[in-house]
């Protein structure tokens, strides 16, 4: 059998990550508004999945339609009012400072991560 590789498992876990965001917010769009059944929203990421440090962070990650989240790009300028009515401008700030730190994840720390949030998921029902 072989070993999970952190690029397998980074995949698994945004997997589950997402269907938790997407559970948590209870299918509503953070940015219009639209509620849809959870399975038919997507994860919108304020900073994009390509930051490591705040890739699987849920203050970075909120429910977002496909229309937000693809089509306008994550309709960022509506989102970041979104983030600061959440916690103020100090939450805006402090996201983009995290997102710069560097983060590399390994293949414990992913497994992990996994579990975890397949509890906090299960634990949303």
């Known amino acids: 059998m ?11 876990c945004d ?4 269907e938790y965001i997407r559970q948590r917010d209870n299918g ?12 038919e929203m997507q994860a919108g990421h304020y900073w994009s999945r390509s930051y490591n440090s705040t890739r699987f ?14 089509f306008k ?3 960022k300028e ?9 916690g103020g401008v100090a939450l805006l700030d402090d996201l983009s400072r995290r997102r710069l730190r560097i983060k590399q994840f390994n293949v414990v720390e992913l497994q992990g991560m996994i579990e975890s949030i397949k509890q906090k998921t299960k634990e949303l029902k």
């Open 57 to 70: 962070d849920p203050e970075n990650v909120y429910c977002q339609c496909v229309g937000c989240n693809v």
């Open 78 to 86: 509506v989102y970041s009012l979104r983030l600061i009515e959440k």
């Open 28 to 39: 509503v769009c953070i940015t219009c508004g639209t509620t849809k059944p959870w399975k």
């Open 15 to 18: 997997k589950y990550f997402s």
């Open 2 to 12: 072989k070993k999970p590789t952190v690029s397998s498992l980074k995949k698994k």
């Open 73 to 75: 790009s994550g309709n």
